[in-house]
């Protein structure tokens, strides 16, 4: 699978505070971001740790791949569980560039995640609170502890920049002078 694993002798990180060790587990998630942005991507990426290794990364492909459940969130998942051998995730945390969509979010507790640590917030997709939040309802049997706005900023910049790109490329290509021809039949 593209973009993804570490495997179990993935990147130790020493003993640090819960802030030093989420932003460097988000910039492992951000560079994951890069490798979606390369490839025309969507750059949003997602990190599995457990015990303070990386055990598998993934990045949006749902383009490249024709297959929209190709989320960062879902591809890091399905190979943190091929690796352990296990759908169950219970001890692992999950680090994303931005907020998981209801698909993600609803995968994530699937595969029961302890933790959930994301960046940017999604207001138009967001389910951990931005549009709805899937983890709050206390009805469901496993329940993720999320925490969200981790270098929201630097995620924010990244996703702010592909689309300005996006749009600038859009620009260039159709010109101010170019004119569309409407035919009616």
């Known amino acids: 699978m593209a973009g993804c694993g570490f495997g179990s002798n993935g990147m130790q990180v020493p003993g ?15 560079d994951q971001a890069h ?10 990426g997602a990190v599995v740790v457990r ?3 990386v055990i598998a990364t993934g990045f949006n492909q749902p383009v490249g791949s024709a297959d929209p459940t190709a989320h960062a969130e879902i591809r890091a998942l399905r190979a ?5 051998g296990n759908y169950r995730l219970n001890h692992c945390s999950l680090y994303v560039t931005l907020e998981p969509c209801a698909m993600c979010a609803g995968a994530i507790q699937q595969s029961r995640v302890a933790h959930l640590i994301y960046g940017a917030p999604d207001p138009k997709t967001g389910a951990c609170g931005s549009v709805v939040d899937l983890f709050a ?8 502890k999320v925490r969200g706005g981790v270098m929201a900023q630097e995620c924010a910049r990244m996703l ?4 300005a790109e996006r749009r600038q490329r ?3 290509q159709s010109g101010p002078d170019d004119v569309q021809e409407i035919i009616l039949e």
Do not use: C, Q, Y
């Not at 702010?160 to 689309?163: E, H, T």
């Open 16 to 30: 640090s505070d819960e802030d030093e060790r989420d932003a460097v587990f988000m910039r492992l998630a951000l």
């Open 35 to 44: 490798n979606a942005w390369v490839l025309g991507e969507v750059p949003v």
């Open 51 to 53: 015990e303070g290794r």
């Open 80 to 84: 943190a569980a091929e690796i352990l």
């Open 137 to 144: 309802d206390l009805r469901l049997n496993h329940h993720t």
């Open 160 to 163: 702010g920049d592909f689309f």
């Open 170 to 172: 859009k620009k260039e």
